[in-house]
Nanobody, 127 residues
Framework: QVQLVESGGGLVQAGGSLRLSCAVS????????MGWFRQAPGREREFVAA????????THADSVKGRFTISRDNSKNTIYLQMNNLKPEDTANYYC????????????????????WGQGTQVTVSS
């Protein structure tokens, strides 16, 4: 059974940093593009960032561009989200997701484009 396990969330003051991790098992990690999404209470789950299977292509939502960076380590079956200059509006539950990417070029932005999801890790930014 495919597993995606997020970690690294927590409570941080505005302007601070966190690094989220998502460890993946039971699939050929290097064949899958990966994404980060977030969901705040009462709001839709929204796209944050995505990285292709090869790691050569990344995309970030405008709201986090210049502050957040997605990366992956295929030797560790893990992706990361480095979050700097955090703002209270970044408070949410953060989820990682995976989808097949044989050509190594996909960076999907829609929730429906991902087959596998983690359980989430909470990030809270205090003002």
């Amino acid at each position: 059974q495919v597993q995606l396990v997020e970690s690294g969330g927590g409570l941080v003051q505005a302007g601070g940093s966190l690094r989220l991790s998502c460890a993946v098992s039971k699939l050929t990690f290097s064949n899958y593009c990966m994404g980060w999404f977030r969901q705040a209470p009462g709001r839709e789950r929204e796209f944050v960032a995505a990285i292709s299977a090869s790691g050569m292509v990344t995309t970030h939502a405008d709201s986090v561009k210049g502050r957040f960076t997605i990366s992956r380590d295929n030797s560790k079956n893990t992706i990361y989200l480095q979050m700097n200059n955090l703002k209270p509006e970044d408070t949410a539950n953060y989820y990682c997701a995976a989808d097949l990417d044989i050509l190594g070029t996909r960076t999907p932005r829609l929730r429906t484009q991902y087959d596998y999801w983690g359980q989430g890790t909470q990030v809270t930014v205090s003002s």
